[in-house]
């Protein structure tokens, strides 16, 4: 599983630098029949995550968000990709930085393997299932998560991170249980990254979400020593069932 976790890291640096390809020159902007905007960055992310995977040994079925269509169950292991081939299309569009690319694979329902890159600064985080949690700088060098934070100062205030996109009166409405806390709004799956890191403490989230947006990161946060859960306090389940969406959920690290 770790040879495949380095072999995935590739396919999501050479996907990152395919939609730096585009970052910073025209290109079509499309809307999804859900609103969502899609763009050319987005299909050629799918299509070369989509063509490495396919390239693996012991290959799985793949579903992509921007494939939706093309899948038609996980193998006969339950085992199946979960990609996101470019988390953040809102924030790429506003040319704001914080987008990823997230593939992950699940079995059973869980995800095992979890990369998210950042095409921006080309650094990237994986997780691998009993092997643990790691942030990976451009030059390849491997520093196991959590970090130590010693910047962190703040007895007592609780660290949140919000979709930067998708804010809302729940999460207000949670936040005035918590106590004494500070917000910052973060887009893509950068917000499973920080909590990983440990550069923050919660990551709640009201509202529906793809599960490819979630999968890889809940990996990371998982062997980095955190939790990803329903608000009702089961974990995240991705068994592949249409419209492959998940409830709502609060990440702790």
Not at 27 to 53: C, F, N, W
Not at 92 to 120: D, M, S, W
């Amino acid at each position: 599983m770790w040879e495949l976790a380095q072999q995935v890291l590739t396919i999501a640096r050479q996907a990152g630098d395919v939609v730096m390809a585009f970052y910073d020159r025209e290109y079509q902007i499309d809307m999804k029949e859900d609103h969502s905007p899609v763009t050319e960055a987005d299909r050629a992310a799918h299509t070369v995550i989509s063509s490495g995977l396919l390239a693996l040994d012991g290959q799985f079925p793949m579903l992509s968000e921007e494939d939706l269509s093309g899948f038609h169950g996980a193998d006969v292991e339950g085992c199946y990709w979960l990609v996101d081939p470019l988390d953040g299309t809102r924030e790429y569009i506003k040319r704001n930085g914080e987008f990823t690319v997230n593939i992950a694979l699940v079995c059973q329902g869980k995800p095992v393997l979890g990369v998210i890159h950042i095409p921006t600064t080309k650094v990237s985080y994986f997780g691998v299932n009993h092997l643990g949690a790691y942030k990976v700088t451009d030059n390849w060098i491997f520093e196991r998560l959590p970090l130590v934070d010693e910047t962190k100062d703040m007895a007592g205030v609780l660290r949140v991170v919000g979709s930067r996109s998708h804010q809302s009166t729940e999460l207000m409405a949670w936040l005035e249980d918590v106590g004494v806390y500070q917000l910052h709004y973060v887009g893509s799956s950068l917000k499973f990254c920080l909590i990983a890191e440990g550069r923050a403490d919660v990551y709640p989230r009201f509202g529906p979400t793809g599960l490819w947006d979630t999968a890889a990161g809940h990996v990371i946060v998982s062997e980095s020593g955190g939790t990803v859960r329903c608000v009702t306090g089961e974990e995240l389940s991705y068994e592949p069932v249409a419209p492959y969406l998940n409830p709502s959920f609060v990440v702790r690290g």
